[in-house]
């Protein structure tokens, strides 16, 4: 998994203190392009909403026993993407356009109503 450069910009924003933006979003797709940071959208998207343009929501949970790590959930039901292959994943600033903070490509994985899949994203800070 790699964080895109525009990725990286929105680090240092929220660093910062500019919280006009925050991570919201997560999106699947078909494209198997390699990850380069200079990508700033997936390859080829697929939308869980029946055709509408927008991106399933993050679940966010704050660990009280490490208050440095927050975990990111990304689910995609099993009524949710049922049309083929799935390759990538990126999480999002917003439902729809917004700003990818990262992208993950990986094998194909078969999306059908079978399956209901849920996408773990740690970050955590650390001083180094």
Not at 25 to 40: E, L, N
Not at 46 to 61: D, E, K, M, Q
């Amino acid at each position: 998994m790699g964080v895109t450069y525009t990725g990286k910009q929105l680090i240092r924003d929220l660093l910062s203190g500019d919280s006009s933006s925050n991570l919201s979003h997560f999106g699947w797709g078909a494209g198997s392009t390699a990850f380069h940071d200079s990508q700033t959208i997936l390859g080829s998207e697929l939308f869980p909403s029946g055709g509408a343009v927008t991106r399933n929501t993050i679940y966010t949970t704050r660990n009280l026993d490490n208050p440095i790590r927050t975990t990111l959930t990304g689910r995609l039901e099993s009524d949710q993407l049922n049309t083929g292959n799935l390759y990538e994943i990126g999480l999002f600033t917003a439902g729809s356009g917004g700003t990818m903070f990262n992208r993950q490509t990986f094998y194909r994985l078969l999306k059908t109503g079978r399956l209901r899949l849920v996408d773990d994203f740690y970050i955590e800070v650390k001083q180094i």
